[in-house]
């Protein structure tokens, strides 16, 4: 059983009586540990699509089910808890709580749970601590984000994803801010959370290199998903 | 390592952040709670005063020189200094009366001018001993004989008490000279502030004065009313058989203080009213201000797997805390305000007695869950807003 799969999901808006077909019946299985690149141009649906597999915007029509289970037929709480225990978002944009630290907003996604400790029973805030290290802003735990540049809120960003010990990334386009030098530590790290941890990634990208050094490649056309 | 970023701390930075905004709406809170504070410290005030004077003046019936009910009320309730008098003859009048258990009277006397008296101005009250019932339990423990000629009692808010700092000191009185014996405890009525003699002094009295009062006069009668009588037929009967005098029940003293007291009420609720709908309005406005300008961030914490009751978790304790601190300083400031201007008002200024702290507590609770709660209704339609927008939408809207 794919850990992710969708069956014709469709995702329909209707702007001043016009109908825009986001996506279009698109149906994709996922296995869990794929590194999965996704491209296309601007407004193919790839961030919709996105948001769909995430649990945040509802699709018109068609399922997703992750491990089986339909992620739609559950409530509003049930979809958070899918997000919260499953998923790690990364956002086109850096999408920092200004009033936050960059330390605090790591601990966003654990801040709600019942627990100071995660799974493993280490503490959220030495979690937070250490991914802040590992993307290289170890010194500026305490920094806000207007204190922070783009390339490193971005990469707070991404350290967020993985607070809490996601089995699927969905990342979009995550290092669009960054270098050429931190972009490709970033993927890196990616890789290694990916192999080590076997964490599923779907990155959208307008960069075919990046794009190619994914597993498996899909291309979003029209809202169509076309296999690469 | 400590974890400091918790649900309150994250809200308490949201607060922060417009310092401005946040402070209009802390004000407005403030100052709703601070009326409403003091109003019902006010309004608590008068109604306690008159309970308690009721209460404790220990009839069920005073009978006064018809006209004379408003200035029985303002010596009794109020310790302004006031005299009227009648004639001794309706003692016996008022006695035959049906459902009358036992009685007794008291003569007002006033201290008007300095060439009478060595004390400042003050209600001397004249009592007869062998009947009283109404200073009796007062006197008790302070002075356990009967008066003498000569002696008197002070009350203990009394002027001349305060003046003088002690007793068993002489005075002069009418003329005559008295020596202070003792000092009543307090009793939370116009006896605080009055002088207490025998009225075997009143004949040396008239004697020896220019008070406009004749040998033989009294200003006030107390009865008790026999068990299984109306209060209010023996009062309307005494009326009706007496025509020189008014005759009020307990429960009826001081309703023209309640009656002015209620057009009073009807002014603060008007202004309560009109505060909290401007209040309601104000944390509306904010609190939609505040949700558009964050749904892009609330948005982001649903993508993180917040729920929508960690949302409206959170937004509820930054509305608590505005109402809390709005709130907490309306009822210092609405208190010290009751205090300080209680002198400024007429209706406040002669009565003896404070709230306690207990009904002081009361006012507070109430002033803080109304202060808070309109200020959780006012920001309660955004935050339902808010809650509800699919996290992408919020997302979007930046």
């Known amino acids: 059983m794919a850990q992710l799969q969708t069956d014709e999901v469709s995702m329909i808006y209707a702007i001043g009586g016009e109908q825009i077909i986001a996506v279009d019946k698109v149906s994709i299985a996922i296995e869990k540990g794929e590194f ?76 709600f749970k019942p627990s100071r400790k995660d799974a493993d029973g280490k503490l959220h805030e ?53 270098d050429e030098e931190t972009e490709a530590d970033m993927m890196r790290f990616f890789s290694d959370m990916n192999k080590a941890q076997g964490v599923t990634f779907i990155l959208v990208t307008h960069n075919t290199e990046l794009a190619g050094q994914a597993g498996r490649r899909m291309k979003m056309v029209h809202g169509k998903n076309e296999e690469q | 390592m400590t974890n400091d970023f918790s649900v309150l ?30 109003a019902l410290s006010f309004i608590y005030r008068v109604h306690a005063s008159i309970q308690i004077m009721t209460s404790r003046l220990g009839a069920d019936i005073i009978v006064v020189p018809t006209g004379s009910r408003g200035a029985a009320e303002d010596v009794l309730l109020e310790n302004k200094v006031k005299s009227f008098y009648m004639d ?48 009796k339990p007062w006197l008790k423990g302070k002075i356990d004989r009967k008066l003498g000629k000569g002696e008197s009692i002070v009350g203990h808010e009394s002027s001349f008490n305060i003046s003088v700092g002690l007793v068993e000191v002489d005075s002069v009185l009418f003329g005559n000279v008295f020596k202070m014996v003792g000092v009543l405890d307090k009793t939370g009525t116009g006896l605080d502030n009055a002088v207490f003699i025998s009225d ?36 309307n009967a005494i009326e ?15 309703r023209s203080i309640i009656n002015t007291l209620r057009d009073i009420s009807g002014i603060f609720s008007m202004t309560i009213a009109l505060a909290s709908i401007l209040s309601i ?18 948005g982001i914490m649903r993508a993180v797997g917040a729920k929508e009751s960690h ?52 006012v507070a609770v109430i002033g803080f869950v109304a202060g808070t709660g309109i200020c959780i209704i006012g920001a309660l339609v955004p935050i339902r807003r808010i809650k509800k927008m699919e996290p992408l939408t919020a997302i979007k809207e930046r």
């Open chain 1, 36 to 111: 999965v690149s996704l491209v296309g141009h601007s407004g193919s649906g790839k961030t919709t699509l996105l948001s769909i597999l995430g649990g945040i915007a509802k699709p018109s029509s068609g399922s997703v089910r992750f491990e089986g289970r339909d992620i739609y037929g559950l409530n509003s709480d049930g979809l958070s808890e899918y997000r919260s225990e499953k998923i790690g978002f990364m956002f086109q944009f850096a999408s920092l709580l200004s009033v936050l630290t960059a330390k605090e907003n790591l601990l966003l996604p654990v801040l």
């Open chain 1, 126 to 178: 030495e979690r937070a601590v250490e991914l802040l290290n590992m993307v290289g802003l170890g010194d500026r735990i305490n920094a806000y984000p207007s204190q922070l540049s783009g390339g490193q809120q971005r990469r707070v960003a991404i350290a967020r994803a993985f607070m809490n010990d996601p089995e699927l990334i969905l990342a979009d386009e995550p290092t669009g801010d960054l």
């Open chain 2, 9 to 38: 701390s994250f809200a308490i930075k949201n607060v922060k952040r417009r310092p401005l905004r946040t402070a209009m709406l802390v004000l407005a809170i403030t100052l709703l709670t601070a009326v409403l504070v003091f």
């Open chain 2, 88 to 135: 001794q003859d309706i003692l016996e009048k008022v006695s035959k009366i049906d459902g009358i258990e036992k009685m007794t009277h008291q003569t007002y006397l006033v201290t008007l001018s300095s060439l009478c008296c060595s004390v400042p101005e003050s209600l001397i009250i004249a009592f007869d001993q062998d009947s009283d019932f109404i200073m």
């Open chain 2, 200 to 235: 075997d002094n009143i004949s040396d009295i008239v004697k020896n004065s220019d008070l406009p009062i004749k040998p033989g006069q009294v200003s006030i009668i107390f009865a008790k009313i026999k068990e299984g009588f109306s209060h209010r037929k023996v009062a």
């Open chain 2, 240 to 254: 009706d058989s007496i025509i020189e005098v008014d005759a009020v029940t307990g429960k009826d003293i001081g």
């Open chain 2, 281 to 298: 309005f104000l944390a509306w406005t904010v609190f939609s201000a505040v949700a558009n300008e964050r749904s892009q961030e609330v």
């Open chain 2, 311 to 362: 949302v409206m978790g959170l937004f509820f304790i930054e509305v608590l805390l505005i109402g809390a601190v709005g709130s907490t300083a309306g009822i210092v400031f609405g208190t010290g305000l009751s205090v300080l201007l209680a002198k400024s008002f007429t209706i406040l200024k002669n009565i003896s007695s404070d709230l306690r702290a207990v009904e002081r507590l009361a």
